[in-house]
């Protein structure tokens, strides 16, 4: 069997062509026959005349653009001449010219009487310049050389996708498993939503229910579950996002509807993800992603139940989801929001961060999943984490047996590095005065807090959130912390260093 | 082995995904093959044989922000231009893009090339990294031997697609290899891992068939946990361990 296509590492085309193999049922692209072509041409020529893809299209390929414009609908003639030149070029070469995805002859066909043949543009692929325009091509040649096959799948590509927010939601990854499980996903949701739209009459397609890096999110997670339960690879790969639209009516100058936003998931992100997955994490992990969802605020709800519209109440935008894409940037802080439960200062009442609570959610706060994020997002050393875990173990131990507290307040409301050295220092005297062993040597010290004598390291704070992490979970299980709950108040949120610290 | 060491640095610059033509252009955040070929040929003043180049580089910058530029989008015209007999060749309108920028950007690049040390010194054209207006400054130019090792660290660089699996860190891009003058432009892409985080040698995924591999370290670069800047070579054409690529092979 003379192998067709394969994939590319560009988006656009890689979706497209997992949304082929994904409707021919099958898994290899490789394995994509003529015949699976001509399916999904004849599924894309039918569909794509009319309800809810026709209007839906207008996001990925502009309106009015090509064989699905209204100006064809009195001539069905035209309008199968066009599908059949747009969907059913492959095998008909023209030697001169290479696609510039697949690097095969471009096609002879023209996909209108104005165009030359085999060349895309705007209409055919989302972002292109339209049709004439010779900005960003060489020599005035507009529009990009493609193949019958390339124009297939980039037509191919939207079913693939998501509508989220108005727009489309592609998502890529260099583990091509996970571009065609993506792909089947959203196609999936896409045909039931088509056929369920049909039999309500409605020419809109439904928007996904979640925000677009909530849906990416979440829908990997469910992704690496089920590629976990059927013990499938996980080679280290990256995710990539684009969240786009061609419209001619999208603004580019529009920040809250920009025409394409690209969003990373690197190498780091996936493993923590794919890790989650295992059930080694899976309870812990749900917990802390249970409490990020938006809140539906109870005014808003009776207004629209006045307005007699239909209440969705299902949460749209998940904090600690979108926050993974701050990462590893943001680590610090993630880790204090999510894993240490530190209230934020929040703009609207519907988010809830702002109600983060060390002493209320002491049962979220996890060292296992502190450990898996230092290890695969933050790449700190073994030895490192295993000093910061001994830390907090021995101050867990030195608390729970003296019942010291006034050391657990004073270590836990130290502000900068010099409160919390004399607060470790006095501790460890008066350790040592009742005949104990020191409770903490200088060396464990150092090697947590300072980067040279007396110098703190610039992560010192990371540092000293993470051993609380550990010292809370320790004391929370032994029951000390639910007896001593009065000894919590709530630490600040004091992203910005303050005088003096740091 | 004597590499050529360039340090390069410019108050912005923007290396445009080629295939988001229209209204916004997000930036790769490190400069593709082919740019680093363009930039080369420039200050050489000729277009060079691509075979046999051998490039590393170091790439940082301060910020990234959004710009908005009113670019004058063209179609070809015929006629007069009005009032006059001069031929119109082209006619567009104004549109507002908004275009992603890299603030302060710094690149240390390493070319197998050491006798190209005078082209650098004196470069034919003006130096730009980027866009037209992206002007740059070569601050330093120097011949360098570089020292091979085991031990190494890699950051803000651009990495072989084959090192993905070895990592652990960084995304992956696709990025114009090179873009092939003698025939029209004709583009070729290949998958490169970008990475900005440090990782060290110790700290790759180790696989069978690398044991005991050893790297190119910069001897200048300043020396963290007893290791030097890593330096990763790449080429413009001929093989790549990344196959499928767009556009198939060059080379």
Known sequence: MRKILSYTGHPFFDVGLAMVTVFAGKYDPSSVTEADLDSMASFIEREYAREPLKSFLGVAFTTNAWFNQPAFTKQPEKRSDYARRILRGYGKELPEERCVFTGKAATAVAFSDKLPPGRAYRQHIPLLTGEGVINFHPAGHTGLPVSGEAALCLQAFPLGCAKCGGRLLAVHSDNTDITYDFAAEFFGYNRQAMLLAQQAGSSKMPEAKMSAKTLLIQTLLNIELRRREEALDHRPSSVTAYHLTNSGQSNPLDDRNPPLEIYHLPIELTGFLVQLASPNYRAEWNAIAERAWRLALPGKKKKRAADGEAEDTRPKRNFLFEDLFQLPDNAGKFIRRYFLRVPAHVKTEDDPRGFYSIRDEASLISWKITDLFLREVMKVDQERIRQIRDLGDRLAAYIYGEDDRKFFTAFYNAKNYLHLRNTLIRANLAHVKRGNPPLITLEPFIEVFEEGFEVERPDRRLATDLVLIRMIEQLYNLGWLGKNKDTLHELKDDDEPEKGDL | ?251
Not at chain 2, 96 to 107: A, E, G, M, S, V
Not at chain 2, 150 to 166: S, V
Request: charged share 20%; aromatic share 14%; hydrophobic share 40%.
């Open chain 2, 1 to 251: 082995m004597e590499v050529l060491k360039i340090v390069a640095e410019g108050l912005t610059t923007s290396f445009r995904y080629p295939h988001f033509m229209q209204g916004v252009h997000p930036t790769f955040e490190m400069p593709p093959p082919a740019t680093i070929y363009g930039h080369i040929c420039s200050a050489l003043g000729k277009w060079v044989p691509p075979e046999g180049i051998e490039f590393a580089y170091h790439f940082t910058y301060q910020a990234k922000f959004d710009d908005v530029e009113h670019i004058h989008v063209l179609t070809p015209s015929s006629g007069k231009l009005p009032g006059t007999k001069f031929p119109k060749v082209t006619e567009g309108s104004v549109n507002p893009f908004k275009r992603t920028i890299l603030f302060k950007p710094k690149l240390t690049l390493y070319i197998n090339r050491p006798e190209w040390k005078s082209a650098f010194l004196s470069p034919c054209y003006s130096v730009v990294l980027g866009r037209s207006q992206d002007l740059f400054t070569y601050t330093s130019v120097s011949s360098v031997k570089l020292v091979s090792s085991a031990g190494a660290y890699f950051e803000h660089t651009l990495a072989p697609y084959r090192m993905a699996l070895q990592t652990g860190r960084g995304y992956v891009v696709l990025m114009p290899r090179f873009l092939d003058y003698a025939n029209g432009r004709i583009p070729f892409f290949a998958r490169y891992v970008v990475l900005h985080r440090r990782v060290y040698t110790e700290e790759l995924i180790k696989y069978q068939e690398l044991i005991g591999e050893k790297y190119w370290v910069d001897p200048e670069s300043p020396e963290e946990k007893g290791a030097q800047l890593g330096l990763l070579f790449h080429t413009f054409v001929g093989d790549y361990d990344d196959q499928p690529v767009m556009a198939g092979l060059v080379g």
